[in-house]
T-cell receptor, first 119, second 111 residues
Framework: EAGVAQSPRYKIIEKRQSVAFWCNPISGHATLYWYQQILGQGPKLLIQFQNNGVVDDSQLPKDRFSAERLKGVDSTLKIQPAKLEDSAVYLC?????????????????FGPGTRLTVT | DAKTTQPPSMDCAEGRAANLPCNHSTISGNEYVYWYRQIHSQGPQYIIHGLKNNETNEMASLIITEDRKSSTLILPHATLRDTAVYYCIVNLQQGAQKLVFGQGTRLTINP
């Protein structure tokens, strides 16, 4: 089965510019996650979607970050305007977990990530 | 905050068993222990999870102590491709599936 796809793989922008990342999850996975991984740290959850609804965005800096999953499949994460501290790898993951079902093997599958450098 | 404690780094010789410890002394009765690993420049990869019984799959074995306050991930015959950062995470399998990653253990397999 095809894995989680992300693009672009690398992006370099100047501070105060905007940037967008795209994610295509594994087919049929209801839940999609965006994580931020700063160098030397573990990934940190930014936002979790179930289909096209937000389950948790408590750690998303909403003054500059936004995300959407309009049709419940693909998702985009946007940063506007970017700051130096946003330099990180942005990981997308998907899983078959849903709030209404009892899931078996509901591990998360991660994409390769997008490495963002803000100069 | 992560609910687990892991050593920051470990070394293991190729072909030997790699035993990675994890402390989760505040784990609650309905929380599972998950292990993921992250090879350089890749996204994290699921390895195994368990509640209280020992578990084994094609990648690894998970040994959970009887009091569930600690566990050990065992890679029985480590290869160079097992060099990665290994994350131990406690999580409600039936919950919102939120993974809270700590710093993990950087495992280096030496030839």
């Amino acid at each position: 089965e095809a894995g989680v796809a992300q693009s672009p793989r690398y992006k370099i922008i100047e501070k105060r510019q905007s940037v967008a990342f795209w994610c295509n999850p594994i087919s049929g996975h209801a839940t999609l996650y965006w994580y931020q991984q700063i160098l030397g740290q573990g990934p940190k959850l930014l936002i979790q979607f179930q289909n096209n609804g937000v389950v948790d965005d408590s750690q998303l800096p909403k003054d500059r970050f936004s995300a959407e999953r309009l049709k419940g499949v693909d998702s985009t994460l946007k940063i506007q305007p970017a700051k130096l501290e946003d330099s990180a790898v942005y990981l997308c993951a998907s899983s078959s977990w849903t709030s209404w079902g009892v899931q078996v093997g509901d591990e998360q599958y991660f994409g390769p990530g997008t490495r963002l450098t803000v100069t | 905050d992560a609910k687990t404690t892991q050593p920051p780094s470990m070394d293991c010789a190729e072909g030997r068993a790699a035993n990675l410890p994890c402390n989760h002394s505040t784990i609650s009765g309905n929380e599972y222990v998950y292990w993921y690993r992250q090879i350089h420049s890749q996204g994290p990869q699921y390895i195994i999870h368990g509640l209280k019984n020992n578990e084994t799959n094609e990648m690894a074995s998970l040994i959970i102590t009887e009091d569930r306050k600690s566990s050990t991930l065992i890679l029985p015959h480590a290869t160079l491709r097992d060099t990665a950062v290994y994350y131990c995470i406690v999580n409600l399998q039936q919950g919102a599936q939120k993974l809270v990653f700590g710093q993990g253990t950087r495992l280096t397999i030496n030839p």
